[in-house]
């Protein structure tokens, strides 16, 4: 089914979808919420785009439009992924200590955003220089898509540009001055970043500042030497991002339909999230997921680190099942198609019962990293920008694993680089960094 035949569907009932739509947000919210801590949270996000994606599973069930088993499937998969999220206890924040244990790593950390910043303002302008501006390519996927050693640039923005947002905040937040960083890079550091969010066109991007942001209070909210002040600044903040994103979304959406009416402009907003269900609505009606490629499961799990360290060739992996579903559906390649979402990597790749202990693992996976590893990150922990980085990227795993397997990959391969010109740069200089107890400095 396209997304033309879908929505010309959904037009038949609108009523009853959203319904059905009301029902399964409030239902994904409802079993999740001691483990959502605010609407800033990136399982927040993880759960509204599951609930929008179930909404079509449920409605073509409701209009016999897909198999029970298929349903049934679906169901049992989504019901061990959100248990394998609820059986680690929920964090308190108490994990993280009400005093700064590692004061000491102060003087590093603002190294390290010396080097991340450096890497990521290099290697963006070796991009822009190589490909032009991303935003004027049809999709990230093509930006990147032609090699030539691009890929590396792709990891290292990833990971330099979280670890600029998180330890720039780090800064301010804890008023560290460095003797010789004037202040003026600081500010060209912030705008770099805002503008390369910008030009790359990508709508997720300033996302990531608020889940960067929402991780930062979250570890450091019972820290004393953190500003008050500043964490209040930086929960406005949160709330501004979140603000803009719905409006650029909606201005987007009238933009598109070329008109001011409220009803158009109603129907193409429901056009686009009904979407998110692209993976279901192309895989099970006309049983097309039955004839996709489950060869080599482990590869298409973790090929992108293999590849990475070269253990395998790129030409070995398996090709994307959003790929194949695209083809499967259009007759033609694109490079494009539908995130492969848990439950249907878990079918095609696992079987019906190997898809549930698949899904159950992802589940557990995300639980463990957000509940249990987040206890041991005191404030001013040494890894503690990484670990919000993989934290952030971890529940993608329920739309794409191969998403945060990449920014494993990327982690694996950049973060031991700048860490290690950090301690070099540390050995090189004679403490460079001292604290202002007394300034109050806040991000432009």
């Known amino acids: 089914m396209t997304y033309l035949e879908f ?22 919210l409802f079993l999740l919420r001691k483990r959502i801590y605010s609407i800033s949270d ?8 599951s609930a929008l994606a179930a909404t079509a599973v449920w409605y073509m069930c409701w209009r016999n439009l897909i198999e029970t088993t298929y349903v049934l499937q679906f169901a049992a998969t989504e019901v061990a992924f959100i ?21 000491n790593n102060k003087p590093f950390f603002s190294l390290l955003y010396i080097v991340s910043s450096g890497m990521f303002v290099i290697a963006q302008i070796a991009v822009y220089s190589i490909r032009g501006i991303p935003i004027f390519y049809a999709s990230r996927l093509q930006y990147y898509a032609e090699g030539g050693g691009l890929g590396i640039f792709d ?45 790359s066109g990508s709508k997720s991007t300033f996302l990531t500042v608020v889940f960067v942001i929402f991780y930062f209070r979250l570890l450091h909210r019972q820290d004393p030497d953190c500003a008050i002040e ?80 070269r253990l395998v060739s790129p030409a070995d992996l398996p090709e994307n ?67 919000a980085f993989l934290a952030v990227s971890c529940v993608s795993v329920s739309t794409d694993i191969a998403i945060f397997m990449k920014d494993v990959s990327s982690a694996l391969m950049v973060v031991p680089v700048m860490y290690l010109l950090a301690f070099i740069l540390d050995l090189a200089l004679a403490q460079p960094v001292a604290l202002r107890p007394n300034a109050a400095t806040f991000l432009p």
């Open 7 to 28: 929505l010309q569907e959904l037009s038949q009932h609108p009523v009853v979808y959203l319904v059905l739509l009301v029902v399964t947000v409030w239902a994904y």
């Open 42 to 49: 990136p399982l927040f996000f993880a759960a509204l785009y």
């Open 83 to 103: 248990f394998g999220i609820l059986v680690f206890p929920c964090f308190n924040g108490q994990g993280s200590a009400s005093t700064s244990v590692y004061r």
């Open 155 to 199: 990891r290292i923005l990833s990971v330099s540009s979280f670890f600029c947002w998180y330890l720039i905040i780090y800064r301010f937040a804890y008023r560290i001055k460095i003797k010789f960083w004037p202040r003026l890079l600081d500010h060209a550091v912030l705008w770099a970043l805002v503008f390369s969010a910008v030009l």
């Open 230 to 309: 500043f964490r209040d600044e930086l929960a406005k903040w949160q709330k501004r991002i979140i603000i803009a994103a719905c409006f650029a979304f909606v201005s987007v959406m009238a933009f598109e339909v070329h008109s001011s009416s409220y009803t158009l402009l109603v129907i193409e907003t429901s056009q686009r999230l009904s979407a998110f269900g692209d993976t279901f609505f192309m895989a099970f009606p006309t049983h097309l997921v039955e004839s996709l490629s489950g060869k080599h499961p482990l590869l298409a799990i973790f090929g992108g680190v293999l590849v990475m360290f």
């Open 321 to 387: 099942v959003g790929f194949q579903l695209y083809r499967g559906v259009y007759g033609f390649d694109a490079f494009v198609g539908p995130n492969p979402r848990h439950n249907l990597m878990g079918l095609v790749y696992f079987g019906i019962v190997g898809s549930i202990f698949y899904s159950l693992t992802l589940g557990l996976l995300v639980g463990f990293l957000r509940n249990v590893v987040i206890r041991w990150m005191k404030p001013g922990n040494t890894i503690e920008p990484l670990f």
